[in-house]
């Protein structure tokens, strides 16, 4: 029920599942996709709290990545 955990473990559990799925040799992006849908059926699950937070962390989440991409296409320019 503690928001910090359930975002931290939000963010690793798709990791972790694409690492099992290789370490078995089967295709690491569909197990991704599986634990993709499976935390998206069970959102609702979650309390305000949470979800108030994941929106924050998803956000600064993608401006980071922005950047680092517009960053590597401002290098090979």
């Given at each position: 029920r503690e928001a910090?955990?359930?975002n931290?473990?939000?963010l690793?559990?798709?990791f972790v599942a694409y690492a099992v799925a290789e370490q078995v040799h089967a295709s690491g992006v569909l197990?991704?996709?599986v634990v993709a849908l499976c935390l998206g059926h069970r959102a609702w699950q979650v309390d305000f709290?949470?979800?108030l937070q994941e929106d924050a962390v998803w956000k600064m989440v993608a401006f980071v990545l922005e950047s680092a991409v517009f960053?590597?296409?401002?290098l090979q320019l």
């Open positions: 910090l955990l359930q931290t473990l939000s690793l559990i798709p197990a991704v996709v709290a949470t979800r960053a590597l296409i401002g």
